[in-house]
């Protein structure tokens, strides 16, 4: 009598577990899903994926000059990733304002020129312009720019506040796709001097 009562006990507890057992999500229904999913979204083209990383990668912030909208500064998208405007003179810096009990740096209203302990740092035309801009670039070139810090992937080395030591952990397929993007865009003349260095910077 006692091992019924025991038994009629257990019942409900393996009614709860048998229950849980059968609500409890299928692996093999999840990865099917995943791939009907996968299967009914269109592959990115190369652009694609190269402008939505630009976006995510916040490169218009430094990259595309500056225009005083509703809210203050924004990226005027006219003048896409065209680098720091290289008509506008830079502000004299006042002597003895980067310091390390002061200010590490300072830049202008473009976020385009930036001033540090390293000197005077530009951003970069990243539009296909032959002249001014990655046009004369190559791929190769452009990924190991990122990759090692150095312009053109061999030359001067690439200064702040260009994140190139966290951007160079991207797959070789994202950084194809960047190219590819950045080569997309409409070309537009706008030369950027080289860095200056600490004794150079206006005063």
């Known amino acids: 009598m006692q091992l019924m009562r025991g038994l009629v006990q257990l019942v409900p507890a393996f009614a709860i ?18 791939q009907v999913s996968s299967a009914q979204s269109p592959a990115q083209s190369p652009v694609e994926r190269g402008k939505y990383l630009v976006m995510i ?14 809210n203050g500064p924004e990226p005027d998208m006219a003048r896409e990733l ?10 004299p810096v006042p002597a003895g304002l ?6 590490l ?7 385009g020129a930036w001033v540090g302990p390293w000197g005077v740092s530009f951003a970069l035309n990243l539009t ?20 090692t810090g150095k312009h053109q992937g061999a030359g001067r080395p690439i200064l702040p506040p ?7 952990s991207m797959t070789d397929e994202d950084l194809k796709a960047l ?16 860095p200056l260095p600490p004794d150079k910077i206006p005063r």
């Not at 260009?162 to 160079?168: A, E």
């Open 17 to 34: 577990v048998a229950g849980c057992a059968n609500n409890a999500p299928s692996t093999e229904n999840k990865a099917t899903s995943a």
């Open 57 to 70: 990668g916040g490169c218009n912030d430094c990259h595309t000059p500056k225009k005083l909208g509703p």
């Open 82 to 91: 065209s680098g720091n405007p290289s008509t506008e003179k830079l502000a």
């Open 98 to 103: 980067i310091a390390p009990d002061k200010y």
């Open 105 to 111: 740096a300072v830049v202008n209203n473009h976020l």
């Open 128 to 147: 296909p312009d032959k002249a001014t801009g990655l046009g004369s670039w190559t791929e190769d070139m452009f990924m190991k720019a990122i990759r």
């Open 162 to 168: 260009m994140p190139w030591n966290w951007y160079r």
């Open 179 to 194: 190219f590819a993007y950045l080569q997309s865009l409409p070309p537009i003349n706008n030369p950027i001097p080289d």
